[in-house]
């Protein structure tokens, strides 16, 4: 009788536990998503889902969302890289980018066309 009571509580300690990994999971994805800009870049799929319902999904279904949401990441993160720098320009004569003020090639300083 005495095991029994032990078992039931350390399943109640193990819950809590398991709750407080999937809100901390939560709270990190929609600050995470948060900060690289989720829905707001035309990526299409669940790479536009707003930076509130990776949270929502990931505190409901975490053994689903959190994984999926690990894989869009990478593409987030690229979308925030390139809408950070600005509009660029390719260089007709050397092939590099620069931003699209500029108006010469910083590498062969050529005449942007």
Not at 14 to 32: F, H, Y
Not at 55 to 73: N, S
Not at 89 to 113: G, L
Request: charged share 15%.
């Amino acid at each position: 009788m005495g095991c029994s009571s032990t078992v039931t509580e350390w399943g109640r300690v193990m819950e809590q536990w398991m709750l407080l990994i999937v809100a901390a999971s939560a709270i990190t994805v929609g600050i995470d998503a948060s900060k690289l800009g989720a829905g707001k870049y035309k990526l299409g799929g669940m790479a536009d889902t707003s930076p509130i319902t990776w949270a929502l999904g990931v505190f409901f279904l975490w053994i689903v969302v959190l994984p999926v949401y690990l894989i869009y990441r990478p593409r987030l993160a690229a979308a925030s890289a390139q809408a950070a720098e600005g509009p660029m320009k390719r260089c007709a004569v050397c092939d590099q980018t620069y931003p699209a003020e500029y108006d010469r090639c910083p590498v062969c300083a050529k005449t942007a066309a």
